[in-house]
């Protein structure tokens, strides 16, 4: 009987973090829970670990370390708390697959103290390498850590590539559903209130994502982890709008030929691909059927209305700090958006106006990337008070 991978999820009470659980829990044969991380969700925390019985578990929010303690003290489980635990369990030699899947920037320190241990990175948090991605894909190399992402168009991508090592990429293309608001005009979406942002058509999310990919900011977070996940150059990454969400993305490479993943919106599928990598194995998702009619569509993406994306390609092109910037003002918009604080489209105009103000480096090291994250969320914040 071959050995049980170890799994260790950070940020195990999300949408990533609950469906990575349901994965594993249909494959207990070959993966077992050594480590659980939450933010602030003690309730579902506990219930977790109770039913799962990982090594450990970390609650990233002190003043919940209590409640935890005691819900597991008649467990084997150990109870650590705080955002420095979360960074010395990642670095702990008692799993073998970290999935990187607390939300924004938040996750940084934690995923690159993994990588500098030379675990494999099951990789769901984009702003990863949005916010550093110089910086972590150097750290991977160096340690000799496998990156294999998580979010379904990367995921796609690397699927695409398996195979074709020695074969040039001409480019990628990401596929975009659009959003709740495909077509809509800024006199539409001036008047867009949270719980219309946070229906997506295809994917079930978390809030975050979801109001994102309703603004295509998404898709450009997606650009930039594109070029460093693949060593590509800004002109080699491409958004289309594909509505049915049913091809994940696409690779073209040098001679013409487009390489295409496709399957049901589910992010189950690109988890268990990267936990079980290099194998693929067998899942009761469900699948598409081609007998049933239906039209794969593709469209150029509105860029002058859903500018989000146009910033993140400016983003991408400029480089150094400046997907730094972006992402740490966008944390700070949809933060307020779903809060009531701003309207939809406000979050396009803290984010231009973070970017400008904000200096720009372009070689910065990561104290500075660091210090550019906190420079941008204060100016952002202080925006909310117009």
Request: aromatic content about 8%; proline content about 4%; some cysteine.
């Amino acid at each position: 009987m071959s050995q049980l991978k170890r799994i260790a999820i950070f940020g195990s009470t999300g949408s990533i973090g609950t469906q990575a659980l349901e994965v594993i829990e249909a494959h207990a044969d070959k993966f077992s829970v050594e480590i659980l991380t939450a933010h602030t969700n003690d309730t579902l925390l506990i219930a977790q670990a109770l039913k799962f019985n990982p090594n450990m578990v970390v609650i990233g929010d002190e003043k919940k370390y209590q409640s935890v303690k005691e819900a597991l003290s008649k467990t084997h489980v150990k109870v650590f708390a705080g955002e420095e635990a979360l960074e010395e369990v990642a670095s702990m030699d008692c799993y073998d697959i970290m999935i990187a899947a607390i939300v924004g920037f938040a996750g940084l320190k934690s995923t690159l103290s993994a990588i500098e241990n030379g675990k494999t990175i099951a990789l769901a948090n984009k702003e990863t390498l949005v916010v550093a991605g110089d910086i972590v894909m150097k750290k991977a190399a160096e340690n000799k850590a496998a990156i294999i992402p998580v979010d379904s168009e990367h995921s796609a991508i690397f699927q695409c590539l398996v195979g074709e090592g020695r074969n040039k990429i001409e480019k990628v293309i990401l596929t975009a559903s659009g959003g709740p608001f495909l077509g809509k005009k800024p006199n539409f979406l001036v008047n867009v209130k949270r719980d219309h942002a946070l229906q997506h058509p295809n994917w079930t999310m978390g809030a975050k994502i979801t109001i994102d990919s309703a603004t295509l900011m998404n898709k450009g977070l997606e650009m930039i982890e594109a070029k460093w996940l693949f060593n590509l150059q800004p002109e080699q990454v491409q958004v289309v709008i594909h509505p049915q969400s049913i091809i994940h993305s696409m690779v073209q490479f040098e001679d013409g030929s487009i390489k295409a993943q496709m399957g049901l919106p589910d992010m189950k599928l690109p988890i268990q691909y990267a936990l079980a990598y290099p194998q693929r194995i067998s899942s009761k998702f469900p699948r598409y059927d081609f007998k049933k009619p239906g039209t794969l569509g593709f469209e150029e993406p509105d860029y002058k209305t859903f500018r989000n994306l146009a910033l993140a390609i400016d983003a991408l092109q400029k480089g150094g700090n400046m997907p730094c910037i972006l992402n740490a003002a966008n944390e700070i918009a949809v933060f307020a958006f779903l809060r009531n604080r701003i309207g939809f489209l406000d979050i396009t105009e803290m984010v231009e106006r973070t970017m400008n103000k904000i200096p720009f480096i372009a070689k910065p090291t990561l104290e500075q990337y660091f210090e550019s994250d906190g420079e941008a969320r204060n100016f952002a914040a202080t925006l909310i008070q117009m």
